[in-house]
């Protein structure tokens, strides 16, 4: 929901009373560690004491592990087209699209047109439902019993959490749920907006994120209007989403390398899957966490923005 290079610039991060949360799954490595360093475990007892409550015991070593967290400036970012660099409409996305009986009604000739340059019958509705009930072959190295046990094994803590759409862009599901009913009223006061993106930055490490940046709200990342596959229906930022948003924290999951090299294999779609569900988990997590120090925020993931 905001530009590379925002996201990048981790290090010059701000901080407002309304942030949504935005997770993106990534191969890269887990976070390295830090704690060898004796002058840093020492730090880690003097924040652990200094204050702050619950906040600094579980996520306030800030600085510790930060390094791996950071991002990098970018300043050759390519020049963007104002005139054509626009919000997109939610059911314009493929994956909003396929999950939509209504949109495959009104556009039939986004059907014909796949199935005219595929050469083949493709039923896009059908094909979501049917994708993981297809038998698997043994005999077939990627297409196995084991593959299918791991494709859906990713999936099921979002399922159990009523979130997979969410991976679909469905707006508001429980994860990622819009209520804000449990902002705790006493806003943390943070002495710098230094130490409040340390403290962003340790609480995505405890969630275990592989990176983590802050950025300003860019609007043209977002989908507007949003789309509620569910229910089929227009949602508005303006008249539906319960506050403006102003900042962005982006969150980095890991995938397995050597699982999403065999795509298009049913392997790959393990750790995808599993990406996924990691993204949700973390920005709801983290999106609880901003709601616990007095601000508004929502987690999200395809759901809100071009992740």
């Given amino acids: 929901m905001s530009n590379e290079q925002e996201k990048e610039k981790a290090s010059q991060s701000q901080t407002s009373n309304d942030s949504p949360v935005v997770t993106k799954t990534d191969s890269a490595s887990k976070p390295e560690e830090l704690l060898d360093e004796p002058a840093r475990r020492t730090f880690l007892k003097r924040v652990a004491v200094g204050g702050g409550g619950a906040m600094l015991a579980g996520a306030g070593a800030y600085g510790v592990g930060m390094h791996s967290l950071q991002g990098k400036p970018v300043d050759d970012y390519p020049l963007v087209d104002d005139k054509l660099f626009k919000p997109k409409d939610q ?10 009986k209504a949109l495959n009604e009104k556009h039939p000739e986004r059907n014909e047109q796949y199935n005219r340059l595929q050469n083949k019958e493709f039923d896009w509705v059908r094909g979501i439902i049917d994708m993981y009930n297809k038998p ?32 679909n862009l469905q707006p508001n599901t429980p994860l990622h749920a819009w209520d804000q009913s ?120 395809n759901d809100l923005g071009s992740s």
């Fill in 136 to 167: 698997w072959d043994n005999s077939k190295p990627g297409y196995t019993q084991m593959d299918r046990a791991l494709q859906k094994a990713g999936w099921e803590p979002l399922n159990i959490a009523g979130s997979r759409g969410s991976a």
């Fill in 91 to 100: 059911r314009d996305v493929v994956l909003n699209f396929v999950s939509s």
């Fill in 182 to 301: 449990d902002v705790v009223e006493e806003k943390y006061q943070f002495e710098t907006k230094k130490q409040a993106s340390d403290a962003i930055k340790s609480a995505a490490r405890v969630f275990g994120a592989v990176k983590c940046g802050i950025a300003r709200r860019d609007k043209r990342w977002d989908y507007d209007p949003l789309y509620d596959i569910e229910n089929e229906t227009e949602l508005s930022w303006e008249k539906d989403f319960p506050f403006e948003p102003k900042t962005v924290i982006v969150m980095l999951a890991s995938m397995d390398y050597d699982c999403i090299a065999t795509a298009p294999a049913w392997t790959a779609d393990g750790t995808a899957a599993d990406g996924y569900t990691q993204m949700s988990v973390k920005a709801n997590q983290m999106a609880k966490f901003i709601r616990g120090l007095g601000y508004h925020a929502v987690g999200a993931g």
